[in-house]
């Protein structure tokens, strides 16, 4: 080659030089408007990364690659760079995503609220990465999800009360379900103790007595040992007139007037007959006198065939306990014994 070649292709060499360092440095320039703090420390960060020897990462400032753009392509990216990579206000424009992958280093800032531009919009690929704020419930620009007003909760249908039923007359010639036989015409039915109302506001009066006087014929069927609790002359509660009240049975005079007579009472809820059965009475007790031996009462002369505590007094009612020794046929009320007349 000769002298002249030489310069020519020196001249074309200094001229290509002299084109990449205008277009290099026009690319590096700054945007007209400047940096926030958070870009350049952006940059720094993008300088540091490329100096350590990532020479594939993407320079935030220049927009190019070092050594592989050509220079047309250097200058789109940094127009680029320029006009859509960077908001008005400063910001990096750049997300987190898209540092992280290009450059390779997974070192990635949270990315801020973005700012408004001159034209009061901000960057799309700002718009882009931050997520939507839902409104909340309290929020007047969205219409509320919960109703102005809960309807009442529909009430249940009240059960309609059953009526009650009055206890049916048990047919003619059967027990009722207490195992009482049917009740002569003209005497008291049974009433159920459960049901009766006792009003203590009317006092009205009976005439009550307590004998043993069938014993005093018949000593040697009572035990030797009981000798000494039968009175003299059998009578162990002289008959006389008490006060009840309204309601009361047999059962309850009885109960109330040995109490307060001192005088010993036994006796036993039998659910079978719905009634007290009276085990003993001033230390006699049933079988005392033989297996057929007890406690029976009459009212008004009739002993009726179910227990002292289903017989209703009323106004001057006769009642009379009497001890029996052969199941109620030596007082005149065997027809009663079989029916739990005690």
Do not use: C
């Amino acid at each position: 080659m000769n002298t002249r070649n030489r310069w020519i292709v020196a001249a074309v060499i200094v001229l290509i030089l002299v084109v990449v360092f205008i277009w290099e440095g026009r690319g590096q320039s700054q945007p007209s408007e400047p940096l926030s703090e958070s870009a350049a420390i952006e940059n720094t960060q993008e300088t540091n990364s490329a100096d350590s020897g990532n020479r594939d990462s993407i320079s935030i400032a220049g927009g190019m690659t070092d050594g592989e753009l050509e220079p047309d392509a250097a200058e789109g990216s940094a127009a680029d760079a320029a006009g859509t990579g960077l908001d008005a206000a400063g910001n990096s424009g750049v997300d987190a995503d898209e540092h992280e992958g290009e450059s390779g280093a997974g070192e990635a800032t949270a990315p801020e609220t973005p700012a408004a531009d001159e034209s009061g919009s901000t960057a799309s690929s700002d718009l882009e990465t931050q997520p939507t704020t839902p409104e909340t419930p309290g929020n007047s620009a969205a219409p509320s999800e919960q109703p102005a007003t809960t309807p009442p909760k529909a009430s249940a249908p009240e059960t309609a009360k059953p009526p009650v039923k009055t206890p049916e007359a048990p047919a003619a010639g059967s027990k009722d379900k207490y195992q009482t036989d049917p009740v002569p015409e003209g005497k008291a039915p049974p009433v159920e103790w459960q049901e009766a109302e006792v009003d203590k506001n009317k006092a009205l009066t009976a005439t009550l007595s307590v004998s043993a006087t069938t014993l005093l014929d018949k000593l040697d069927r009572l035990d030797p040992n009981k000798l000494e609790v039968l009175p003299q002359d059998g009578i162990i509660f002289k008959s006389q007139k008490v006060t009840f009240y309204e309601g009361e049975s047999v059962f309850d005079v009885l109960l109330r007037e040995m109490k307060k007579h001192k005088i010993h009472m036994e006796f036993v809820m039998t659910p079978l007959y719905n009634s007290n059965y009276i085990e003993g009475i001033n230390n006699l007790y049933e079988f005392d006198a033989g297996e057929l031996s007890g406690w029976m009462y009459k009212v008004n002369g009739w002993f009726p065939n179910y227990g002292s505590s289903r017989y209703a007094l009323e106004d001057g009612d006769v009642v009379e306990w009497v001890y029996t020794t052969d199941l109620g046929r030596d007082v005149g009320g065997d027809g009663a014994a079989g029916g739990n007349g005690g």
